[in-house]
């Protein structure tokens, strides 16, 4: 049997909702201090307990998530985290109040700021394709 292969045209599908996300960093210098990875570390962590659970859930390894926990708690005066003792066990991590306290302000900026623009977000998404 033969068939003819016709173009397919793009059947209309319903366009999905746009993400909107507002990306606050805060520079010390040459080191980003705070900044959205990070504060979605330090989520994770505060979620899974340690510091590896947590890179494997963001999908980073864990030397990158570290090294981005290392560079956040040189940029403060107290540590965002704490963690225990390493060995068979694993120590295990957990935020400061710091740390809370990091988590909890961004969300908030992040939270206001959205409401503060959600006029002009509206007429931006307003002009996406639908």
Same mark, same amino acid.
């Given at each position: 049997?033969?068939?003819?292969? &016709? ?32 504060? /979605? ?8 307990? *340690? ?5 494997? *859930?963001?999908? &980073? ?53 959205? /409401? ?5 977000? /509206? ?8």
């Amino acid at each position: 049997m033969v068939t003819s292969r &016709m173009p397919t045209q793009k059947t209309a599908t319903p366009a999905a909702q746009p993400e909107v996300r507002f990306r606050l960093r805060i520079r010390q210098g040459d080191l980003l201090a705070i900044g959205p990875g990070k504060v /979605a570390l330090l989520q994770a962590i505060a979620a899974h307990g *340690s510091i590896t659970a947590a890179a494997r *859930s963001l999908g &980073m390894s864990y030397r990158r998530a570290w090294l981005l926990i290392d560079e956040l708690n040189r940029a403060l005066d107290a540590p965002a985290t704490r963690s225990g003792p390493g060995g068979p066990a694993g120590g295990g991590s957990a935020l400061t109040p710091v740390g809370e306290r990091i988590v909890a302000l961004y969300r908030d900026i992040e939270t206001r700021a959205h /409401a503060a623009c959600a006029g002009q977000i /509206a007429e931006l998404t307003a002009l996406l394709k639908r």
